[in-house]
């Protein structure tokens, strides 16, 4: 079995988000980077999958030369190989991201034989277009199902589960397919040392891409305003604990 | 005109498509259009279309497009447009609804701008979507015959404004087999059990903080005197220390309690995503600089392990 994950990499913002001056870029100077949830929960199960079935499993960025840690994170858990699609261009909107990965798909293909799966996070910890699964999908005419939270894999068949309003959906589609993950459909695992010194000598392959020039024009991010509070400090330690039952009392969660 | 797909359950439209409505509204009072709305379901849609300001509905019947097929929906929705013309097509922010206008950007080959907040249309439309799980608004332009939007879920209230007339016309689309090739072969109503956390009065959340699986026994207590629900941070479940389904945060639950105990939570904006709709927050950490603070209505600065413990003896002697 053979899959390809694509992970982007993100600013690790915490608590609050600095934008640049001009309001295009996220201030990220003294900031780490990571993937979103969805997209490790993604990793771990293509680890599975793999240790399971046999095979080989591919990670693959849109980013920039920086993008490497991610990838070189997803080795150490466990996927056998990298593809940086490297661009230092960093306003690209979906259907550029998407065109740019279905041409490095459809180039790898001819290599080295059809992924059966391709999964991508749910959506992307920054934009959250939510888009790119489904355009890739489309483009190298596949089915897919977006945001699932079970995935089990039997001969040419995976059965996906997915969560809705009205209950949990049950697809069952036909290999290749493309799938998109969400957080919470595995406990993801954390790089091994052995693991992190592997992944030093796995292979990446870098390509340059750039995006053509169709479809949205992002502008600016901005600030979502915010009632930022003054938290009433009740007190320090254990001496709060009479000040904090009277706020329940007010409350009225307790007689 | 603006097109609206309308999601439905037991031949009642949705919150979210309620909500999709009212925006089309104001967005038709910038434009100048009327409002039609599209659904995969019976013609008694009609009446509550109408209270929402629809003066067209078009009912798609067909059989095999009761359930759920992305594909089969969004080519459907595509056959529409040609046949209408509408200058916008706008659809709920829900798993389905950016799932499908994601497949009819792609076989229109049009660009879909989701979880949209607002719209200036002018010359060139400006658009701000929610970004970064509701923690940055961005502003993208675009510039189509057909805009293809989602509109971010609870960015405005449901509100009726009735006309006086909604006239029901049925549309056959024209389906090819492998537009089925992921459609919903059943649906298990399963007993959602993140239910609670989402509908309770009282949360109490721990982060980093609790340090252990063990560390939640005292914030499982104080919950259990308070009748309150206990959830975790991603970090916590993240670790095993808690289950994946009482995580709180952008990719968890979403909760809107009447009072949120956060306790050893730093306040990372994924977690703020999921907790901001608590009427009060009441923060426990020993960290007085963490972002949580500045969300909070009250906070005791201290470790919770040793103030949790003394809520519980306090609550216990009252």
């Known amino acids: 079995m053979n899959i390809l994950v694509c992970i982007k990499q993100i600013p690790d913002v915490g608590g609050k988000i600095k934008l640049s001056d001009d309001g295009r870029d996220i201030d990220s100077r003294n900031l780490g980077f990571t993937i979103s949830p969805h997209e490790e929960c993604a990793v771990e199960q293509a680890i599975q999958l793999v240790k399971k079935d046999g095979g080989s499993a591919t990670v693959l960025t849109l980013g920039n030369a920086d993008s490497e840690e991610q990838l070189r994170d997803s080795l150490a858990r466990g996927m056998d190989k990298g593809v940086l699609l490297h661009t230092e261009n960093s306003n690209w909107n979906a259907n550029q991201i998407a065109r740019a990965i279905t041409d490095t798909i459809k180039k790898m293909e001819t290599d080295d034989g059809t992924f059966d799966l391709i999964l991508f996070g749910s959506e992307s910890a920054d934009r959250g277009n939510a888009q790119v699964g489904v355009l890739v999908a489309h483009a190298l005419d596949r089915p897919s199902v977006n945001g699932i939270n079970g995935l089990e894999v039997e001969g040419n068949s995976a059965l996906v589960k997915r969560d809705s309003d009205e209950g949990t959906e049950n697809y069952e589609l036909v290999l290749a397919a493309v799938l998109s993950v969400k957080d919470g459909m595995n406990v993801p695992r954390f790089p091994s040392l052995r693991g992190t010194l592997m992944a030093k000598k796995k292979p990446i392959q870098f390509i340059e891409v750039e995006p053509d020039d169709t479809g949205t024009s992002f502008q600016n991010f901005e600030h979502v305003p915010e009632q930022r509070k003054q938290a009433v400090i009740l007190g320090r330690g254990p001496e709060a604990a009479a000040s904090v039952v009277q706020v329940l009392r007010r409350l009225e969660l307790v007689e | ?318």
């Open chain 2, 1 to 318: 005109m603006i097109l609206v797909f309308v999601e439905h359950r037991d031949g009642q439209p949705d919150i979210p498509s309620l909500q999709t409505l009212s925006f089309a509204r104001s967005l038709a009072a910038q434009t100048g259009d009327s409002i039609e709305a599209v659904a995969f379901g019976p013609d008694s849609l009609a009446d509550k279309l109408r209270d929402f300001g629809v003066r067209k509905y078009h009912s798609i019947t067909d059989d095999q497009l009761m359930a759920y097929a992305s594909e089969a929906w969004a080519v459907s929705l595509k056959q529409l447009t040609e046949s209408i013309n509408p200058k916008v097509l706008l659809a709920p922010g829900t798993i389905k609804g950016n799932e499908v206008m994601a497949y009819v950007g792609a076989l229109s080959s049009l660009s879909v701008v989701t979880n949209v907040c607002q719209v200036n249309a002018g010359d060139e439309w400006r658009i701000t979507r929610s970004s970064w799980g509701g923690g940055l608004f961005e502003d993208v332009l675009i510039d189509q015959d057909l805009a293809l939007l989602t509109l971010a879920t609870n960015t405005v209230e449901a509100s009726e404004s009735a006309v006086d007339i909604c006239d029901t016309v049925s549309f056959a689309p024209a389906l090819e087999k492998k537009h089925f090739r992921a459609q919903v072969k059943s649906v298990e109503s399963s007993v959602d059990e993140g239910l609670s956390l989402k509908t309770a009065t009282l949360v109490i959340g721990g982060g980093r903080g609790t340090g252990s699986a063990e560390g939640f026994g005292v914030l499982e207590e104080l919950g259990e005197i308070l009748q309150g629900v206990v959830g975790g941070s991603r970090v916590t479940t993240n670790n095993g220390w808690r289950a994946h389904k009482h995580q709180i945060g952008l990719t968890g639950n979403h909760i809107s309690p009447k009072l949120y105990i956060a306790c050893g939570i730093s306040g990372a904006i994924q977690h703020m995503a999921g907790c901001k709709k608590s009427k009060n927050i009441l923060v426990i950490n020993t960290d007085e600089n963490a972002a949580m603070f500045s969300h909070a209505d009250y906070g005791v600065i201290g470790d919770l392990h040793e103030v949790v413990p003394a809520i519980i003896e306090e609550l216990k002697n009252s």
